[in-house]
């Protein structure tokens, strides 16, 4: 059995921090999971937070594609109920090309609640319901050519009239990826009804860190359930596990550190968490050699043990998938 690494990161930062620097410390982290070997990277989208300050993971990825080589790309999630699905499928499409398919398009309800106030998009009951609905919208749009006249619930679009078919004009973009890019959904509760949808839909189920360990069966029976309704055999190779660890120097700091109230609440992202490039570079440079001798699950252990002493102070999200 061998297992593949990713990470997710909100991130988060003290809000007292530098927009710039913080957003540079989240590219470097990034990079240097790519050449680790980190299969992907999940980060969120927060459109009204100081100490969660990507508001769109899409625009922060596309400054990493030229920067890493085979790492993949993914929203950890779109909120859908707070876009116009037309502005989803445009902006995921072009992404998608862009990156060359390096892309999975993580979706769900949004769980901040400045942004749920702010946007003001129902009441939570409502929320689940108006995921389906918005990528149900996308996929039809990415699936077919104008004319477009979807009639749901909670958006209406119509684009009959202004099409010039010689130019394009009235197509929407589509994804590099065929059909689309692979969808993951957000599970963030017990016994999930979301991960009966991704069993159902054949999407990725993400079971999140927020949540005691013990509720992860709850997740893949309700996924296998879903798999079972429509015929499809459960992949446990798409499952994805989210986990919270916390980066120091040594455990005595680890321990002084969650001893401490405020800091402690920085656990569920990521603080500040990498040294100078320079000087994880130039470590890595040293230890690569070694590396490259390792088979694929010695090498699995090295990434971790690497990556876990060459960042300091951070809550770091691992994600693995068998």
């Known amino acids: 059995m061998t297992v593949e690494l990713g990470m997710f990161t909100m991130p988060f930062h003290h809000p007292d921090r530098d927009y710039a620097t913080i957003l540079e410390e989240d590219q470097e982290a990034i990079v240097l999971a790519d050449r680790l070997g980190f299969t992907e990277a999940f980060v969120g989208e927060h459109f009204s937070s100081w100490s969660e300050r990507i508001t769109s993971p899409l625009i922060f990825f596309a400054t990493l594609i030229p920067r890493t080589t085979q790492i993949r790309f993914a929203t950890g999630v779109i909120n859908l109920p707070q876009l116009h699905p037309a502005t ?83 197509y929407v973009p589509r994804p590099y990826q065929k059909p689309h890019p692979p969808i993951a959904l957000s599970l963030l509760t017990p016994n999930s009804a979301s991960a009966r949808t991704a069993g159902e839909r054949g999407w990725i189920p993400i079971s999140g860190q927020f949540f005691h360990k013990r509720y992860l069966r709850g997740h893949w029976e309700k996924y296998v359930e879903g798999c079972e309704a429509v015929g499809r055999r459960p992949d446990p190779d798409i499952w994805r596990v989210s986990r919270s660890i916390l980066v120091t120097e040594t455990d005595g700091e680890a321990e002084d550190y969650l001893a401490d109230k405020k800091l402690r609440l920085m656990c569920c992202g990521r603080a500040p968490i990498c040294r100078s490039s320079m000087r994880v570079w130039n470590r890595l440079a040293r230890s690569r050699t070694s590396a490259r001798k390792s088979t694929r699950c010695s090498a699995v252990k090295y990434t971790v043990s690497f990556f876990l002493s060459h960042c300091h102070s951070a809550s770091e999200t691992f994600m693995g998938r068998v």
């Open 88 to 170: 989803v499928a445009a902006h995921a499409a072009m992404f998608d090309q862009l990156c060359r398919g390096r892309f999975i398009m993580g979706i769900g309800p949004g769980g901040l609640v400045s942004d749920l106030e702010m946007f003001d998009v129902g009441q939570a009951e409502l929320r689940p319901q108006m995921v389906i609905e918005s990528i149900e919208t996308v996929l039809k749009l990415w699936a077919q050519d104008p004319p477009y006249e979807i009639d749901g619930r909670f958006w209406k679009i119509s684009l009959t009239n202004g099409i010039w078919p010689e130019f394009k004009v009235g």
